[in-house]
């Protein structure tokens, strides 16, 4: 039944109404890719030139409503995004491929971030600012962008389209979400928590289709004021040239190659629980993923030996199954992606350690988890992402070694060490070069009220999430006032 409600729901999101009209495309499930997950309407652009103008309209109106009331309609939408948690959970799963457990824990999320910037509508926009003028009061405020394009990807379903359109709403946007089309059921279910939340018509909007079609017809409309987009490196330049073409904002958020340096004092177990949970989780389809472990020598055989053992304990099936620890990748084009990215490292003489071939049985797309040592740091195992389950173990004579090690990279999204020396943590924090670093912790996850962003290629150096989403979903205006009378 769920199958047949996503088809009858399905459609371009048009003033509060699901539209049916024109091709389609079906979204399968990963694990079983003769299943059929839902049907899909495929935005044409004459439909969504109509979405950019309703939205620009009913933007008017959201903007001049009060920030608590706008508030109050995100809390809405929390409260029936976790009524339909487990509904919406299990349609990730099937149709991506993350394990149920994964998906449960990311749609609590997306109700927490609502929430948070539910909270938005109460807290202050500005400051009062002296004047030289005794007669004359100065102070900011913050005013929205207008229409907001939104372009996510398929790894993350619901949060990652949650965390750019809750701030975007927050404070007096309206948006267009043009989620991937691995995911677009899923996406499409968040939208319609925002309807049932009782959203004015146009002030949210869904637009499914190809990234090269909608995707690029999103950043060319004029009515879209701002694009933030998460997604390759290659599409997000892309994107963020068509934007400034025509002087609108963007924000990008692309890939990551995210370094662990296991120092040797550092917890081995809590070093490879972490690392393979980092690496591992999502099947490693993750901007944040550990993709390279550098390891002080003094340790390396140990840690490696611990690593080893766990990885070839974990399960790996359908993540609808009890005990599964790793789903599919999300398509079959990123399973010929990783098993050529795995064909590369072994003809440039990287040495496979553990996993490399696609599993066996299974129609589903499906790869063991993955492990390589003796990997160089000119190899491609070190330099490219993969966004797969693919570990490359790289061995350091000492920490500063591993430090630099980790920092040539033309990424910088997420880096993490284990070490429990003050002064090391200390010398991690301040050089390493990521927005994001986590001491004895995991390189992937940051709590969804702090800050998230890159550096180097991996960004276009705004941040998400947290209070710092303000700065890109609005603009500061500075107001002068001083009484009429002389």
Known sequence: ???????????????????????????????????????????????????????????????????????????????????RATEIAKTMTREMGKTLAEAKGETARGAAIL??????????????????????LMFTTRTPLGVVGVITPWNFPVAIPIWKMAPALAYGNAVVLKPAQESAVTAAKVIECFEEAGFPKGVVSFAPGTGVDIGKALTEQEGIDAVTFTGSNAVGKKVGQTLLARGAKYQLEMGGKNPVIVSKDADLELAVAATISGALKSTGQKCTATSRVIVEEAVYEHF????????????????????????????????????????????????LLIGGKRVAGSDGYFVEPTVFEAVEREMSLAREEIFGPVLALIKAPSFDEALELANDSEYGL???????????????????????????????GVELQAPFGGMKNSSSHSREQGRAAIEFFTSIKTVFVKGGRR
């Open 304 to 351: 490696k030996e611990k690593l080893l053992n766990e990885i070839a304990t974990l399960t790996v099936g359908d993540g609808l199954e009890a005990g599964t620890w790793m789903g599919p990748l999300a398509n079959e084009e990123q399973l010929y992606k990783v098993l050529d990215a795995i064909e590369k490292g072994i003809s440039e003489g990287a040495d």
């Open 1 to 83: 039944m769920a199958d047949i409600a996503i088809k009858h729901h399905f459609g371009s999101f048009i003033n509060g109404s699901w539209h049916q009209d024109g091709s389609s495309f079906e979204s399968t499930n990963p694990a079983q890719p003769k299943e059929v997950v839902g049907t899909v309407h495929e935005t044409t652009t004459d439909e969504l030139t109509e979405m950019v103008k309703q939205a620009q309209i009913a933007q008017k109106t959201w903007a001049k409503l009060a920030a608590p009331s706008r508030g109050n309609l995100l809390y809405k939408a929390a409260d029936v995004l976790d009524a």
């Open 414 to 444: 997420s880096a993490s060490v284990f070490t429990t020396n003050i002064e090391r943590m200390m010398t991690f924090i301040n050089e390493m070069e990521a927005g994001l670093v986590r001491v004895n912790a995991e390189s992937a």
């Open 115 to 136: 929430r948070y910037y539910a909270g938005e509508g109460m807290r202050e926009v500005g400051d009062v600012i002296p004047s030289t003028d005794p007669e004359a």
